[in-house]
């Protein structure tokens, strides 16, 4: 079992910036990737970033590439989301997940950070 408890979420103005963090916990021996994904009111939710294991191979949502960055800091088992130039269709709930290794899909889901830009 892998825990994943995400923080960092917060009321900004648009252009502003946000980190998020992603804190993996249990067998996290067995985790192959983290991803962020995030989900709107009234909208699918989609996956905007990921890492694997060794931090070096990364996965952005193109509308999003070069205004986030995922990076992980595996001593401490933290995944980052850094979110620069915040706009207000990135307002949405902010989810981490964690894929283990052979499988197929992401397995574990922490329960979520608000992310709010004000215009």
């Known amino acids: 079992q892998v825990q994943l408890a995400e923080s960092g979420g917060s009321v900004v103005q648009s252009g502003g910036s946000l980190r998020l963090s992603c804190v993996t916990s249990?067998?996290?021996?067995?985790?192959?990737?983290v991803a962020w994904a995030r989900q709107a009111p009234g909208k699918e939710r989609e996956f905007v970033a990921s890492?694997?294991?060794?931090?070096?191979?990364?996965y952005y949502l193109e509308s999003v590439q070069g205004r986030f960055f995922i990076s992980r800091d595996n001593a401490l088992n933290t995944v980052y989301l850094q979110i620069n130039s915040l706009r207000t269709e990135d307002t949405a709930t902010y989810y981490c997940?964690?894929?283990?290794?052979?499988?197929?899909?992401?397995?574990?889901w922490g329960q979520g950070t608000q992310v709010t830009v004000s215009s």
């Open positions: 249990g067998d996290t021996s067995n985790v192959a990737r």
């Open positions: 890492v694997i294991e060794n931090g070096y191979g990364t």
């Open positions: 997940a964690a894929q283990t290794w052979g499988s197929s899909h992401y397995d574990y």
